[in-house]
């Protein structure tokens, strides 16, 4: 089966009440290491979203995921703005004027947004970022497509992989983002960004596990 | 003409540091805009890529943009709004990784006087030396060493010298310094300063960081050598400006 553009809709849904249920928790991640307002930023962008969903419900994945990408973009504020409006926008460019796609379609996608990331925020692996979560993530799934495992369970070796990789910030320093300027003391503590990178396709997942 | 836009998570941060600009620079024809905060009364702290991009093509529109910035997502959000412009108008903005306040101001005075956007931007990267100087002393400082010699060798005998006293309390310090500079600019000519009090060398003066090198305060014995077509015409003017103490 295919991934339907209402099931893109579906999965952004989703993810603007996780963002809803969580947001204090990645708030609180970001206290430690930040400016305590990762999940607020986040809160506000994704409530933009869902205000804005119905007008591009019926158009394609692309249009729809550009339109998330752009709305972020001006309302969420933190490094986490342009970054998640990155992962979203070349995500949409890559898909294009489709209303479903093929799973490998969606690991391009994923992989031109995480290339959008990096290019923007010039962070690499081990720079306790998102992008800790995001690389493991695609490289996991593009095995799995890889290895011809069917796509839900594809999906979960993915957001499994985030999700590992997420923990492994942990003892990580941070070289980019607001949390460098602590230096050594960034040790010992998550980071939020690969945090809601990991509940982002944590969320991908769960709605597309029967896809 | 350059323009600057200010980028801040801060809007209160962003406004109060284009009053301090504005107050140096004053120019009409300058265009400074801030980009700053987010929500609707841009109360929040955050920044708006769109917000920037908008800036940026008002800016664009009659001259070159000078971008000043804070903190690292400012940055990520202004290169974000670079890269949605199109290439040509993009080619006329230049991010400057100067000090937010000290740079702003820097450029503002710059701008002010219609220099070039490289002139500008070389002039805030400088701003941060003149604080580093008056904190730390000569030794630690980088000062603009090549220029300054060079400059130098282009002051040949025919320069005329003028030793006079600075008077006003605040010495040739921020708005002085900028008025200063200004009158430099309106002639055909250059100018070099050595702070004798203060036993330093001859400073090639290109803008306001190098007025900022001479720590002349009120009480200190500057030598004004001058050369260029309008040496003589120049000198009087500045002459005028110390007994006047500046306005002060
Ligand atoms: N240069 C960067 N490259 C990749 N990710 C980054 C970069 N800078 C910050 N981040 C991510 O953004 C997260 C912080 O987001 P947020 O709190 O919204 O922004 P801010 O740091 O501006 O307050 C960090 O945890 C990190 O994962
Ligand atoms: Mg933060």
Request: charged share 25%; no cysteine; net charge neutral.
């Given at each position: 089966m295919t991934i339907q553009r209402d099931d893109v809709l579906n999965w952004v849904r989703e993810y603007a009440q996780v963002i809803e249920d969580n947001h204090e928790m990645l708030t609180e991640l970001d206290r430690e290491i930040g400016d305590a307002d990762h999940g607020a930023n986040m809160r506000r962008g994704f409530k933009a979203v869902l205000e804005k969903l119905p007008t591009v419900e019926d158009k394609d994945i692309g249009t729809i995921l550009k339109t998330v990408g752009m709305t972020l973009l001006s309302k969420v504020?933190?490094?986490g703005g342009p970054l998640y409006s990155t992962i979203f926008m070349k995500a949409g460019m890559t898909i294009g004027a489709k209303m479903e796609m093929e799973l490998s379609d969606w690991a391009q996608a994923l992989e031109a947004g995480i290339a959008g990331v990096a290019t923007l925020g010039k962070a690499q692996l081990?720079?306790?970022?998102m992008l800790d979560a995001l690389y493991p993530a695609l490289d996991a799934l593009k095995q799995a497509i890889a290895d011809g495992v069917p796509t839900g369970d594809a999906l979960k070796r993915s957001a499994e992989a985030a999700h590992q990789g997420m923990l492994a910030t942990v003892p990580l320093m941070a070289r980019?983002?607001?949390?460098?300027?602590?230096g050594e003391r960034s040790i010992g503590h998550q980071d939020p960004g690969a945090t809601s990178t990991t509940l982002l396709l944590e969320s991908v997942a769960r709605i597309w596990a029967d896809c | 003409m350059v323009n600057i836009l200010l980028v801040s998570h801060s809007y209160k941060l962003a406004t109060g540091t284009a009053e301090l600009l504005h107050q140096m620079a004053t120019s009409e024809a300058l265009k400074v805009r801030v980009a700053a905060g987010i929500g609707d009364d841009h109360e929040e702290i955050g920044t708006n890529a769109v917000e920037i991009m908008e800036a940026l093509m008002e800016l664009t529109m009659d001259g070159e943009v000078l971008v000043l910035m804070d903190l690292g997502s400012a940055l990520l959000s202004t290169e974000m709004a670079l890269q949605m412009l199109d290439e040509e108008t993009a080619a006329r903005v230049r991010m400057c990784p100067a000090p937010f306040v000290e740079g702003a101001i820097a450029a503002g005075v710059q701008a002010n006087m219609g220099s070039s956007l490289q002139e500008v931007y070389d002039e805030a990267m400088g701003a941060l030396d003149a604080k580093r100087k008056q904190i730390l002393?000569?030794?630690?400082t980088p000062v603009e060493e090549a220029a300054s010699v060079q400059e130098k060798e282009a002051i040949t005998s025919d320069g005329v010298e003028l030793r006079i006293t600075?008077?006003?309390?605040?010495?040739?310090?921020a708005r002085p310094a900028a008025t200063f500079v200004q009158t430099i600019k309106k002639h055909d000519a250059k100018l070099s300063v050595t702070n004798l009090t203060q036993g330093g060398e001859e400073v090639a003066i290109k803008g306001m960081i190098s007025v900022m090198m001479?720590?002349?305060?009120?009480?200190d014995e500057l030598i004004l050598k001058a050369t260029g077509n309008d040496r003589q015409a120049m000198l009087e003017e500045l002459e005028q400006l110390f007994l006047d103490n500046f306005g002060e």
């Open positions: 504020g933190g490094a081990n720079d306790k970022t980019k983002g607001r949390a460098s300027y602590l | 002393g000569e030794e630690e600075v008077t006003n309390a605040s010495g040739l310090h001479l720590a002349a305060r009120q009480g």
